[in-house]
């Protein structure tokens, strides 16, 4: 019923800007903080970004801190990770995920998107 569809991953030289968005569906969006994964082969996803349900409040990887940026519009039902400066090590499939809070408490209930994949290369 709740679906996260990720788009705007793709190819981008060394030094380079992206920016993904998630467009979240069949649920009631305010309610959810929303955040950024990445993973890559043999190694364990990690949180790249996150954004509460009303846009107040970031949290980022120490290693984006600064080129990353996430937003989220609750009008659009969209988070978006505007990614500046992009470097090698920064490839991996991106995913988009969503939990549920109320007053400020994690419910348990969470969504997962597909991921869209990020290359950063020469």
């Known amino acids: 019923q709740v679906q996260l569809v990720e788009s705007g991953g793709g190819l981008v030289q060394p030094g380079g800007s992206l920016r993904l968005s998630c467009l979240v569906s069949?649920?009631?969006?305010?309610?959810?903080?929303v955040s950024w994964y990445r993973q890559t082969p043999g190694k364990e996803r990690e949180l790249v970004a996150e954004v509460s349900t009303r846009g107040g409040s970031t949290i980022y990887l120490d290693s984006v801190r600064g080129r990353f940026t996430i937003s989220r519009d609750n009008g659009k039902n969209t988070v978006d990770l505007q990614m500046n400066s992009l470097k090698p090590e920064d490839t991996a499939v991106y995913y988009c995920y969503a939990a549920a809070v109320v007053t400020g408490l994690y419910t348990g209930t969470d969504y997962w998107g597909k991921g869209t994949p990020v290359t950063v290369s020469s």
């Open positions: 069949g649920g009631t969006f305010s309610t959810y903080a």
